[in-house]
């Protein structure tokens, strides 16, 4: 036992939580984090029920430890052919410059969680100790009936009405997501104002202002990052770009080398990738979407359907600059090396840390 109530519960030692990442995160390194005493994460929302129930087996095929699987609970994508049209045109010459068209059409090319029977179904026969959900609540049966199973459940909140709705719906524990995380925001809405609040910030009010415990993500990159968001009161402390340049991550050569790169140093909150607010390297994608009004942006997924066929077609010219390289604002700070030795660094500088806070 930890004494640390969330961290038992989670079947976990160090107050860590490698974030789900779509994209980036692997079998092999929630494998790899779970096993160091940490809690491993896949992300399944950008993948189908069969794609999920393969990656759980991966990972269990790897270790034993606890691991949590990520969703994505947006608002299912409503369709505007008129929208897209201009969206496809919008980008045709950009294509152009690869030698490459756009795709004819866009389609939504995941389905949220939100109405997805399947993938419910392919959660609560493999059981993982952990589900997380990003982007807003499933409904109030499936989340009974993934406590009903036995599994954790953990939720995203970037403002306090969040964290409330969150705590209504009977969610174990709140993922407090500050202004600074990379990747896409969660706004339960992404058309209403963001607070834009920072991770400490945003941490302090939920732990005074909810019963639940609280996980501090964003711009968290090392032992002393964890320590000060656990003297904020949160329980844990969840880490995403810190573990994209692990061997175990999936990004490409062009992300990896952007992020060891003077680029780490700017990163912009956009939402043309992919039709959501999402934090990433400043790059040649972010840079064409900077005058671009939101209202013009097709709904997401759908607008990552064209923003993913940029990035190949561009990218089988030998450039990198239209990829989905989401990065916080830690991105300077990362550091390339296995998953399991990050953890075992994390928690020695977690150590030392506490150790000077010592009178």
Same mark, same amino acid.
């Given at each position: ?70 969703? *994505? ?9 008129? %929208?897209? /049209? ?11 410059? *690869?030698?490459? &068209? ?65 705590? /209504? ?31 400490? /910030? ?96 097709? /709904? ?7 923003? %993913? ?5 561009? %990218? ?5 600059? *239209? ?7 830690? &991105? ?28």
């Amino acid at each position: 036992m930890t004494g640390n109530m969330l961290l038992d519960r989670l079947g976990i030692r160090l107050p860590i939580i490698q974030a789900p990442m779509a994209g980036v995160s692997s079998p092999a390194m929630a494998a790899a984090v779970s096993a160091a005493g940490a809690l491993g994460s896949i992300a399944v929302g950008a993948t189908d029920a069969a794609g999920a129930r393969a990656m759980i087996s991966e990972v269990r095929a790897r270790s034993a430890g606890p691991l949590n699987v990520n969703l *994505f609970c947006h608002r299912p994508a409503r369709a505007d052919a008129a %929208k897209e /049209a201009a969206w496809i045109a919008r980008f045709r010459s950009v294509f152009a410059a *690869f030698g490459a &068209a756009p795709p004819p059409a866009l389609s939504e090319i995941y389905r949220s969680f939100v109405e997805d029977d399947a993938m419910l179904a392919v959660l609560l026969d493999t059981r993982p100790s952990v589900v997380s959900f990003h982007f807003g609540l499933p409904h109030e049966d499936t989340v009974r009936a993934l406590r009903d199973a036995g599994i954790v459940l953990l939720a995203s909140a970037t403002s306090l009405a969040e964290a409330q709705a969150i705590a /209504a719906a009977g969610i174990d524990a709140i993922v407090a997501q500050g202004w600074e995380a990379g990747g896409h925001r969660g706004l339960f809405d992404p058309d209403a104002p963001d607070e834009r609040m920072e991770t400490l /910030a945003l941490t302090l009010l939920l732990v005074r202002e909810t019963a639940l415990p609280v996980i501090a993500a964003g711009g968290i990159m090392d032992g002393r990052g964890i320590a000060a968001a656990l003297a904020a009161g949160a329980s844990a402390a969840q880490l995403g770009t810190a573990f994209i340049a692990s061997d175990e991550s999936l990004a490409d050569a062009g992300y990896r080398a952007r992020l060891a790169s003077d680029a780490a140093y700017r990163t912009e909150m956009t939402r043309v990738i992919s039709g959501r607010p999402a934090r990433c390297l400043a790059n040649r994608f972010t840079a064409l979407g900077a005058d671009i009004p939101a209202r013009a942006i097709p /709904a997401y997924p759908i607008a990552y359907d064209l923003g %993913k066929a940029l990035h190949a077609a561009a %990218k089988a010219r030998g450039e990198s600059g *239209f990829g989905a390289q989401w990065a916080g604002e830690g &991105a300077p700070r990362a550091r390339a090396m296995p998953a399991a030795r990050l953890i075992e660094t994390l928690a020695a500088e977690l150590e030392q840390a506490r150790r000077m806070e010592q009178p």
